[in-house]
């Protein structure tokens, strides 16, 4: 199994390997010239997600700047829209739903890194460059919800659709689907039921 491999499948992988490493600057490459484009510049914004392998459906909108690891391992359902300074490391692969609101400053990590420093730092691979192990899980993010301002989403998790995260939460931990969750970490306060209609 390869170093690609074994990062999409979770387990503790070299992400300083040749291959992964050409991935990801590539994509670091192009989110930065996406982050030059202009909001008219329809056209050349998707030919930039398209080099990048974005999977994407109709009506997708990145307000920008975005920063994307690899950018082919994320997916956005139709009418999906994230605000300013998106952050997604897909290290594992990220899914997000269908008419899901992101709002500015929202980070997508699904990277993890050894708790015992003795497997987390910096050592010299076999081929003598410096690197470190980490792994990742992947994250889902349902139809329908709203993702606020300052949240950050932590590897392993699934928000449940028609979910709202309050702004500033720290997501640790599956979230129901019709539920209002916020706080550090985020904690479900109620669901969201009819009584909630304006």
């Given at each position: 199994?390869?170093e690609?491999?074994?990062?999409?499948?979770?387990?503790?992988?070299d992400p300083?390997?040749?291959q992964?490493?050409?991935l990801?600057?590539?994509?670091?490459?192009?989110?930065?010239k996406?982050?030059?484009?202009?909001?008219d510049e329809?056209?050349?914004r998707?030919?930039?997600?398209?080099?990048?392998?974005?999977?994407?459906?109709?009506?997708?909108?990145?307000?920008?700047?975005?920063?994307?690891?690899?950018?082919?391992?994320?997916?956005?359902?139709?009418?999906?829209?994230a605000?300013?300074?998106?952050t997604?490391?897909?290290?594992?692969?990220?899914?997000?739903g269908?008419?899901?609101?992101?709002?500015?400053?929202?980070?997508?990590v699904?990277?993890?890194?050894?708790?015992?420093?003795?497997?987390r730092n910096i050592?010299?691979?076999e081929?003598?460059?410096?690197?470190?192990?980490?792994?990742?899980?992947?994250?889902?993010?349902?139809d329908?919800?709203?993702?606020?301002?300052?949240?950050t989403?932590?590897?392993g998790?699934?928000?449940?659709e028609?979910?709202?995260?309050?702004?500033?939460?720290?997501?640790?931990?599956?979230?129901?689907?019709n539920?209002?969750?916020?706080?550090?970490?985020?904690?479900?306060?109620?669901k969201?039921?009819e009584?909630?209609?304006?």
């Amino acid at each position: 199994m390869n170093e690609l491999e074994k990062m999409l499948n979770g387990q503790l992988y070299d992400p300083n390997d040749e291959q992964l490493l050409t991935l990801r600057r590539k994509c670091h490459n192009l989110c930065l010239k996406y982050n030059q484009t202009r909001e008219d510049e329809d056209e050349l914004r998707n030919q930039i997600l398209d080099e990048m392998g974005l999977n994407r459906k109709e009506g997708v909108y990145l307000q920008g700047p975005i920063y994307f690891d690899y950018g082919c391992f994320i997916s956005f359902g139709k009418n999906s829209y994230a605000n300013f300074n998106l952050t997604i490391l897909d290290v594992c692969r990220v899914n997000i739903g269908d008419n899901v609101f992101i709002g500015p400053n929202v980070s997508i990590v699904p990277p993890i890194h050894p708790l015992r420093y003795q497997e987390r730092n910096i050592y010299k691979s076999e081929k003598g460059y410096y690197t470190d192990k980490e792994y990742g899980k992947p994250i889902t993010i349902e139809d329908n919800c709203w993702i606020a301002s300052n949240v950050t989403i932590i590897g392993g998790v699934t928000i449940g659709e028609g979910s709202v995260i309050g702004a500033g939460s720290v997501v640790t931990k599956d979230i129901p689907k019709n539920s209002l969750a916020v706080g550090n970490p985020c904690r479900v306060i109620r669901k969201i039921t009819e009584d909630d209609r304006k």
